[in-house]
């Protein structure tokens, strides 16, 4: 610690980014990722504590502090084993994570300086080392175990929490098939996520390194309509995971919801990221032109079509949220992308009205004037009307980016499966079992909207639960 107190503390190492001009009109990926040299300054920033906090704010417990000692040293396979010790996915949570509140956030440099960019140090590490084996490359295993006959573990959805649930039990032997509803496995990180910010090819990446370890990606098949989960313990599955996420949207009720133009972000990016409607004419995909977008809501999902859409060519795009932007829950790295990019932020502005023209299309929506009121239950300021301030703002395409509910096909079609009081399925948050006997459900469909990494984390504590009954 006396070496600690003496240590000349550096500057963070910024993350080379695309010029924000540029980027706004393609779709290449913005943060270009660190070289070697500026991986091995960011490293020595780290004061290795002796209680690394840091670790304590990561929902899958990543050993940070022995993976960036390992970088330090330039022993490249030893961080990405230590990474790989508890998460399977470290390229997409170097991508995505919201480090900021969590392992960064924890970060004791950070009391007195800006804290060590873990997040960033984590995605070089993935992205810089081959594995040697695909076991090594998707669990912490330098050689994985002899498929164990006779047993097996269905998981419905291809989203981090089962891809998670996968690599864990595939690593020591069990048989893991998954089956994904749309005709490409990924979930959120196919669908949802824009490839500016996570490639493709970095999830495919990923899925082909459990494929190696003998993972079975089964597309098209819809938990709860063409496969049940009685159908699959009648096929002889030991234990079933569900991490089928929140993916029925939220609208806002208002008049006009309807109009041709009106789009919900789950569609809208859905249609370009799945769809690839960003990369016509390879893909020739059915998107909605526009020229002004107004996105409701404020939250990463906002930004992701707020930014998708500038990209599709909108000539202006503006981001309306009822509270300020200091209450904006989207990461402060994304909002200030979008603003570099040029979308305009219009704060303490709520929804009353879309209006359409004879054609049933979108022309304009008026916008009530807030204020910020007392604290509401959030700890947020909760926003007050202004009565008689209004505002109308032309447009010809919204989108509704306001949260999400579970998707109930699969939740009505297992009616024994129990539910908590807003629909979402009642899990043991030590072990992920629900109320059936070896079912198992983590990710968004047990919390709600939340984080790729606090998906994952909930897949690890019920994939360990399953080894542990299995094994």
């Given amino acids: 610690m006396a070496e600690n107190k003496k240590k000349i503390i550096g500057e963070r190492t910024p993350m080379p980014l695309q010029d924000p001009q540029v ?27 002796k209680k690394p906090t840091c670790q304590d704010g990561c929902p899958v417990n990543i050993d940070i502090r022995w993976f960036i000692a390992c970088l330090v040293d330039d022993d490249l396979e030893g961080a990405f084993n230590a990474i790989r010790r508890t998460n399977s996915l470290p390229a997409v949570c170097g991508r995505v994570c919201p480090q900021e509140t969590q392992c960064e956030g924890n970060c004791i440099l950070g009391k007195k300086h800006q804290p060590v960019a873990i997040g960033r140090l984590e995605r070089y590490v993935a992205d810089t080392y081959a594995a040697k084996s695909p076991c090594e490359e998707v669990t912490d295993l330098a050689a994985c175990a002899l498929e164990r006959e006779g047993l097996k573990v269905a998981c419905i959805g291809s989203g981090p929490s089962s891809l998670t649930v ?8 069990i048989k893991v098939d998954v089956f994904e509803a749309l005709h490409e496995p990924g979930g959120v990180l196919i669908y949802g996520i ?6 493709k090819s970095v999830v495919a990446s990923e899925l082909d390194g459990l494929r190696r370890l003998g993972v079975t990606f089964h597309t098209n098949w819809v938990g709860g309509k063409t496969i049940t989960i009685q159908d699959l313990f009648d096929q002889d599955y030991n234990a079933v995971f569900i991490g089928v996420g929140a993916g029925l949207p939220r609208f806002l009720n208002v008049p006009g919801e ?24 390879n893909y020739d995909t059915p998107s909605y032109k526009a020229r002004r977008v107004v996105v409701l809501g404020a939250g990463n999902v906002a930004m992701d ?39 305009k932020i219009r704060c303490l502005c709520g929804p009353m009205t879309f209006h359409g023209d004879d054609q049933g ?50 939740l009505e079609a297992t009616p024994d499966l129990g539910l908590n009081k807003w629909g979402y399925v009642e899990a043991d948050p030590e072990t992920g079992e629900t109320s059936i006997s070896n079912v198992f459900a983590g ?3 047990v919390t709600g909207a939340a984080t790729v990494i606090s998906a994952m984390g909930a897949g690890r504590r019920a994939a360990k639960e399953i080894a542990k009954r299995l094994l």
């Fill in 166 to 173: 996968a690599g864990y039990l595939a690593g020591r032997g």
């Fill in 194 to 199: 824009p490839e500016f910010r996570l490639p």
């Fill in 361 to 410: 299309r979108l022309e304009a929506m008026t916008v009530q004037k807030m204020a910020l009121g007392e604290p509401d239950e959030s700890g947020r300021c909760s926003p007050v009307c202004l009565e008689g301030e209004t505002e109308r703002i032309p447009c010809d395409m919204a989108i509704i980016a306001v949260g999400t509910r579970p998707n109930p096909i699969l």
């Fill in 443 to 445: 990710g968004d469909i």
């Fill in 258 to 281: 309807n109009l041709v133009g009106v789009f919900s972000a789950n569609e809208y990016l859905t249609r370009v990221n799945l769809g690839r409607a960003y990369d016509f004419p």
């Fill in 23 to 49: 980027r706004a009109g393609n779709f290449e990926e913005v943060a270009l990722g660190y070289t070697r040299e500026q991986a091995l300054i960011e490293a020595g920033r780290c004061l290795q504590c």
């Fill in 305 to 343: 079509a707020a930014r998708t859409a500038l990209r599709m060519g909108a000539e202006e795009v503006s981001i309306v949220y009822r509270r300020s932007e200091d209450e904006m829950p989207a990461r402060r790295e994304e909002i200030e992308h979008a603003v570099e990019e040029g979308v």
